[in-house]
């Protein structure tokens, strides 16, 4: 095995002045959100809610939900309770497939939806993201029973995807952020992912096959591409100036990725 890249900086080689301009209007935009939040915006479902704070969140626009381990089984149950929420984040081993037949019941139209737990996700449970019609953002931290079927249930109209596995997806017109975490990228997986508009790309504590890039140049809307505590080795670097406008960082100092290859030889297999 080759000795991978440590850290690299490679800055685009062409400026796009429109995207400079978006990116300070947005920042102003976040600086603003951030100023002005309120509290009572957020539920953080840690444990059951007594009634008399769930007759108080009903009178509250209750914008994003948290659910863990020792919330109520039935949180989303009463569509009076969390009615205009916008993001569920789920994080339950016992309860997430409960909660997501209650979200897909009852909350539908939310735009961001985080699902967090060790155990592989169910067929069923993946089968509930056909109902969520709005959705802008998904974040499958978790491992998936059946990756097949994530071309046909993923929403088309996703932008901000994150990924536990660099699993098949299907065609994303909209797609404009992907990160993919502790995991071996496969082969091909940039060869065939069809997002045409992809401009952010995060990889993180992920092992990257030899030739893994050898296609990431058609990506020519790609701003920047992270890459943090992963293997990448200096000819897939090299690819990565194929990208005109993007700015991509490679930072690998840490340790805690060439322990995990370590004790997972698998990762290696075929490089």
Known sequence: MA????NEYIQASRNDPWFELGQSIMMQWCMGAILFADDDDHCNASEPIPLAERNRLRKLKIETICATERANEFLFHDPSLFKGADTAYISSEQF?????????????????????QKQPLSDEALQCLKSFHRLRYL????????????????????EQLE???SWP???????????????RIDDHFFDSLAAPH??????YGVFIPRGCFRT???????????????????SDVESLRLLPYANSS?????????AAVREQPELQARD
């Open 169 to 183: 997806l299907p065609e994303l017109p909209k797609l404009n952020q992907l990160k993919i975490e502790s995991c």
């Open 250 to 258: 490679i930072r690998t100092q840490s340790s805690g990725y060439g």
């Open 198 to 203: 992809l401009q952010y790309l995060s990889l």
């Open 139 to 158: 974040g499958l931290n978790c491992p998936i029973q059946s990756p097949a079927l994530l071309p046909e249930v993923l929403p088309r109209d996703v």
């Open 96 to 116: 997430n497939l409960t909660y997501l037949r209650a979200l897909a019941l009852n909350h539908s139209d939310i735009q961001g939806l985080g699902i967090r």
């Open 163 to 165: 990924l536990a596995r």
């Open 3 to 6: 000795e991978p890249v440590r």
């Open 216 to 234: 990431i140049g058609r990506f020519q809307n790609m701003k920047n591409v992270q890459i943090d505590d992963s293997y990448v080795e200096r």
